[in-house]
């Protein structure tokens, strides 16, 4: 599954509106998708890692989640787990306006960045990907 058919055009305007131009997809490895969109002062964009995609480096779902949380994280960037939305998901606020969001679905992980988006607009950005 591609990054596109996570968050799809339409389910994306919905939750952020339709001033975002994107999204701008790139497929750097099988099952392994980026999706970006640009807005005229904030945007958001994702990786979408699949279950294969995760196999073939060797990992695990389970593994990524952790992983790419623990990346981020130091003495004042904790995550904050967001229970109810996906397998897993959490966020940690990168400063700057910006924050990361990491959804565990049952078919992968996808891994988001927020720049100026609010974080009611970030939750449903969560939800809309968190399911298969």
Do not use: H
Request: net charge negative.
């Amino acid at each position: 599954m591609r990054c596109d058919a996570v968050l799809t055009q339409a389910e994306a305007v919905a939750i952020v509106g339709d001033s975002y131009q994107g999204p701008a997809v790139d497929e750097p490895s099988p099952g392994f998708t980026r999706c970006e969109w640009q807005g005229s002062d904030s945007n958001f964009g994702f990786t979408f890692a699949s279950l294969k995609s995760l196999s073939a480096d060797g990992t695990t779902a389970d593994k990524t989640f952790d992983i790419d949380l623990r990346a981020v994280e130091d003495g004042t960037k904790k995550r904050e787990l967001l229970p109810g939305i996906g397998v897993n998901a959490a966020t940690v606020d990168l400063g700057g306006d910006a924050a990361l969001l990491e959804v565990q679905r049952a078919d992968g992980v996808a891994r988001m960045i927020v720049y100026k988006i609010d974080r009611d607009r970030m939750l449903a950005l969560a939800k809309a990907i968190a399911t298969p």
